[in-house]
């Protein structure tokens, strides 16, 4: 059993920045992946970053160069670091641990989710 965490949302305007963290207890490993997901209204879910357990990222092309995914692997918690944020980066923010790899993407389905934390930028 994996409890995650996160931390860090809430409002900010256009251009500003937001920093998400997330704090995961129980069976995690440093050997898994992570990775955080948003969902806004009326979407689907969908995958924003990713970080392997040898600290490879991933990003989804919406967010390139402007999120920065991070891990720590001591204290078990993975950060978003998100600049530059848009109206369209308004959603939910979930962390994803233990998920998998296929084709050199990463799917959480199987992992362990946090409950979520809003994120609303203001045009």
């Known amino acids: 059993q994996v409890q995650m965490v996160e931390s860090g949302g809430g409002l900010v305007q256009a251009g500003g920045s937001l920093r998400l963290s997330c704090a995961a207890s129980?069976?995690?490993?440093?050997?898994?992946?992570m990775g955080w997901y948003r969902q806004a209204p009326g979407k689907q879910r969908e995958l924003v970053a990713s970080?392997?357990?040898?600290?490879?990222?991933d990003y989804a092309d919406s967010v390139k160069g402007r999120f920065t995914i991070s891990r720590d692997y001591a204290k078990n918690t993975v950060s978003l670091q998100m600049n530059s944020l848009k109206p369209e980066d308004t959603a939910v923010y979930y962390c994803n641990a233990g998920g998998r790899y296929y084709g050199g993407t990463y799917y959480g389905e199987s992992g362990s989710w946090g409950q979520g934390t809003q994120v609303t930028v203001s045009s």
């Open positions: 129980g069976r995690i490993f440093s050997f898994d992946a």
């Open positions: 970080i392997s357990s040898g600290g490879s990222t």
